[in-house]
């Protein structure tokens, strides 16, 4: 199991966040809590609002309301960058540099003193299992391993909390799977929080936590369990469908969270998480 006991404070708490871009509100009034050592999901269609929700919480996005705290200080405070580590969803490092002298560049831009450097930078390219491809220039590298180079660059700071972009689209699944065992083991080992992005469904067993995303709101949270228990689903996306439905639907229009709400109409006989039995 994790590292999210209780007693820790959440990583992240956001209060009626909202963001504004180009003229709409993308991201409206959001409420929400991510358990410190956990790894949780944001999942959603695409375009409804993941990466500007995760920049919002990283402090590179322009007019946000409301407040999110991270790691016990407001959002986007200056001495949250060396606690935190972001990895984009297009890769940004040099490509005409190998994987090494990408990580040698932004161990140094960390600050990471001159004779630790180097073990550093092994010890994040053991983490991506990209060792053996240390000398390899970066542009010659496959969109996946560029995005572990990303990953391995985040990972050199050590950082408390990890906010990672869809970090396994178009990875096959043997990548996908690795990648995920790695941030487990962050979880376990090292107590890291990890917020991890996908609009891939089926990556949602192996969260925590989830944070369902539609249309810029959030849809429930809970974890994998709790959000199928809650809408008598035996998928993840099968309890998207049904939380869309509940929200399109008047009477289910109010504040109450919908996780804990028995799906009354559809699923007759469940018993929820709260062992409230259906109608
Ligand atoms: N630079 C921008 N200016 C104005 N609107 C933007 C800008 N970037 C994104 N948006 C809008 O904000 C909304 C949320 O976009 P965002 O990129 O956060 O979604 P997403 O869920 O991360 O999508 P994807 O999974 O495709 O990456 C979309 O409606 C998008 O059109």
Redesign the pocket.
Known sequence: MNKSAPGREPAVRAAGLTVV????R??DGLDFTVPAGSVTGLL????????????AIVGAQARVSGTVEVLGRPGGSPELRHRLGYVT?DPSVYRDLTVRQNLDYFAAVLGIPRPRRAAAVDGALTDVDLGAKADALTGALSGGQRSRVSLAVALLGTPELLVL??PTVGLDPVLRRDLWNLFHRLADERGTTLLI?S?VMDEADRCHRLLL?RE?ALLAQGSPAELREATGSATIEGAFLRLVDRAARPESAGREEPERRADREADAGNTGPEGDTAA
């Open positions: 871009r180009g003229g709409a993308v991201i959603g269609p695409s375009g409804c609002g993941k990466t500007t929700l995760l920049r969803q972009d869809e992005s609009h995303m810029g």
